[in-house]
DNA sequence: GCAATAGTGTCTTTTAGACATTATGTG
DNA sequence: CACATAATGTCTAAAAGACACTATTGC
């Protein structure tokens, strides 16, 4: 086969060669990661069970900007690092934690000033761990790194929108950083579509770095989406589980309730029953279960 | 409220302006876009509706790498420009294209090789418009635009894995591109997750630039999973179609048929009938609908 | 025995699929 | 009038929701 020659009468291993990448600038390309989990909350009866909550991992950033807000997690991507090696070596520096279920979420770059010191674009990720076994330790890049409870309610609902506040609270620490969602069904010619705009609740003293609320009300929505269609929701329930506990996820991110019945029907076909059963709950033991791994 | 400094004592201010981005080299950072319609084909028989098919917008590389190749339009991101912009304005260079919908695909890092040139992370949007008043035209990185049909159907299918065949063809030109695509159900420790491998087809002598094949299958997957779940298709039709155009859009896309009844009652609660009627085409008139805008 | 959860059976409602039938234009 | 599509009515099957009821544990 012949070889073909550009413009410049060049194959393409000449044109390599002497290659040389323009000096124009180049953006900073960052990954973030957001880590879920759905956690026990302390027991209040010994033979109630737990309640759970949905928790994402922050860390305190210790230099500027937004020195001391709150942040997703994340750092650069090296120039010979690929993408996903980036978040998966970011997540092990900054939280010891491994082997996790991650996806991308959206990458982040419409606006050029969203880091103050450079024009960076992000690429967002979720991971979903169990919340069994989580031992998060501080990095390099933060002071501190916590779980904060992730609620996201409806608090008013008319035909052109919705609004909905977003609150990330760490009692242990009583911090409570607050958001306002209003996402606006726009005209836009023919077709409708959603434009969200957020803003800081007005009580709320602590605000998260960057832009980084975004990405966090963004996740929550697409966590809420996907759960109902994948079988993400097996990343966040121990490899056995029992139904009540896989409910107890799927009703803490919709925030909805679903009766037993119904709910244990709509997960069989994705389950296969173990044989050890899961006692000392103080009532009657339950099955554990385990994913059948069907999509 | 008192400014906090940090370790070497700055406030943001003055850490802003002493701030100096290191000489670490950067990616080059780039958007595609993967321009879908749904044309319809040539009418075989004057009273029957002309069969439909889905393509995409593709352009002919005019230089090295991947000289002569067949790819998806894209460019790079200016440093100042948002990524947004960037793809709006790569749409009009290129195709002459204007307000259309988009949506942020995926961005692709993981192989740090896959620009022979230089290290090049790419973020994929999905872009669609009706078949009405397309006039794409050839741009400065490109030979020649144009419409590739895009079929992609199962070959074989078991408990482990299914295999597809996507299909570009552009009948015109005479050119055929084939790729083979496998899906495996892979055992991730507790989890199954979804490997995809991608090859040309061995009779496929035409290749697309790039990994651009594995962004069309991707795409391809998103569009047939988003159509499901979303109103996504009202942006394949123009203002104002007939109920079987808009069923013509979800079966091309699909690659099933529909019942009409049943298609009908699926989407009357996204319609609103218009005053006008479809005449002219060789049977009963139908009545023209508009999207209604629900989500 | 009591409280709390585990687990099953079944009735009803809603949604989805199949298909017959009538309507209305063009050539 | 023939043909092809438009549009509606209705029967059936499947999926989703509601709820009553029994079972089993720790204390």
Request: hydrophobic residues 35%; aromatic residues 10%; negative net charge.
């Amino acid at each position: 086969m012949k070889e073909r020659l550009n413009k410049d009468g060049l194959t393409e291993k000449e044109f390599l060669e002497r290659y040389k990448p323009g000096d124009y600038e180049r953006p900073s390309v960052t990954v973030d990661m957001l880590l879920f989990t759905v956690n026990n909350k302390p027991k209040t009866d010994y033979k109630k069970l737990a309640e759970k909550e949905l928790q994402i991992l922050l860390i305190k950033r210790k230099d500027h900007p937004y020195l001391g807000h709150w942040a997703i997690p994340g750092g650069f991507v090296d120039i010979d690092e690929g993408i996903s090696t980036a978040v998966y070596r970011e997540l092990k520096e900054e939280t010891n934690i491994e082997n996790v279920y991650m996806e991308q979420l959206c990458t982040w770059g419409d606006d050029v000033k969203r880091d103050p010191r450079m024009r960076v674009i992000s690429v967002s990720h979720m991971a979903l761990v169990p919340s069994d076994n989580l031992k998060p330790q501080a990095g390099d890049d933060a002071d501190e790194v916590a779980w904060f409870s992730v609620k996201k309610n409806v608090t008013k609902s008319t035909e052109t929108e919705i609004e909905y506040e977003v609150i990330l609270t760490n009692e242990e620490k009583d911090i409570t950083i607050g958001y306002k969602v209003i996402d606006k069904f726009v005209k836009n010619g023919v077709i409708k579509t959603i434009e969200t705009e957020i803003e800081p609740l007005l009580w709320s003293k602590d605000r998260l770095a960057f832009d980084h609320y975004k990405i966090i009300n963004l996740a929550i929505d697409r966590l809420r989406n996907k759960i109902e269609y994948t079988p993400i929701a097996f990343n966040l329930v121990p490899e056995k589980f029992t139904l009540t506990q896989l409910q107890q996820v799927y009703e803490t991110i919709l925030g909805i309730e679903f009766t037993p019945t119904n709910f244990r029907r709509k997960v069989s076909k994705y389950v296969i029953k173990d044989d050890e059963m899961l006692t000392g709950a103080g009532h009657r033991p339950a099955s554990l279960f385990r994913y059948n791994g069907c999509i």
